[in-house]
């Protein structure tokens, strides 16, 4: 596609479910990457795909947390037994992963916004 | 303490102003230096990046680093309504920001009053 996509761009849950959110990122990227951020926030860092392997999950902040990239273009972040604290815009980013290119960009998409009530 | 430090506004100016938007930082990592604009409900575009302490022209945008002061700013000249957004600087500790997470800072939401 023209840009990075994400579904669905709204998703309302109850605490104590389970979400998926999904990305598709630009053809052809191999890196990917997944951010949250929090109402009057910037984006904060939660995992890194080089191709199908998660080079950086530093950010994920507990188990109930993870995701995957199985195929190497898109990606699922999956979240258990939703908090309330979880509500947030998830931002998905996608790069060209190219080793050495030093202004490789990130490409954000829309954002999934997501509700626990 | 956060490693990026943005204020948060809100900033209104009057259409035609210079805008003055500043980040600082404690992370003596951080080698490349990018301003994102962020529209409502959508997600962020790069604007400008820069990896050098000076400054970087980009038509009505100027991005200037000061690594000695560990403060970055970004300048728009003859600001127009189309500029209201959020503006969201971003840092990486890599030469290669396209394989490296980004740390950003708060956002400074901007509102230019025609």
């Known amino acids: 596609g023209a840009g990075v996509s994400q579904t669905p761009s709204n998703k309302v849950t109850e605490k104590g479910k389970y979400v998926e959110l999904r990305c598709d990122p630009i053809?052809?990227?191999?890196?990917l990457y997944w951010y949250r951020q929090s109402l009057g926030q910037g984006p904060e860092f939660l995992i890194y795909?080089?191709?199908?392997?998660?080079?950086?999950d530093s950010g994920l902040p507990n188990d109930r947390f993870f995701a995957v990239r199985p195929e190497g273009s898109v990606s699922t972040l999956k979240i258990q037994r939703t908090e309330r604290g979880d509500s947030a815009v998830y931002l998905c980013?996608?790069?060209?992963?190219?080793?050495?290119?030093?202004?490789?960009?990130?490409?954000f998409g829309p954002g999934t916004r997501l509700t626990v009530l | 303490q956060k490693e990026v430090e943005q204020d948060p506004g809100p900033l209104s100016v009057p259409e035609g102003a210079i805008v003055s938007l500043n980040c600082t930082y404690s992370?003596?990592?951080?080698?490349?230096f990018m301003w994102y604009r962020q529209y409502s409900r959508k997600g962020p575009e790069l604007l400008m990046y820069?990896?050098?302490?000076g400054n970087k022209e980009d038509g009505r945008f100027t991005a200037q680093v000061d690594k000695s002061s560990k403060y970055i700013s970004l300048f728009i000249r003859d600001s127009q309504p189309s500029d209201s957004a959020t503006y969201l600087c971003?840092?990486?500790?890599?030469?290669?920001?396209?394989?490296?997470?980004?740390?950003f800072g708060t956002g400074t939401r901007l509102t230019i009053i025609p």
């Open positions: 980013a996608s790069s060209s992963g190219l080793a050495g290119i030093s202004t490789d960009t990130q490409y």
């Open positions: 053809s052809g990227h191999t890196a």
């Open positions: 795909f080089q191709g199908t392997g998660a080079a950086d």
């Open positions: 992370n003596s990592a951080f080698q490349y």
């Open positions: 820069t990896y050098s302490s």
């Open positions: 971003a840092m990486s500790a890599t030469t290669n920001f396209g394989n490296e997470k980004l740390t």
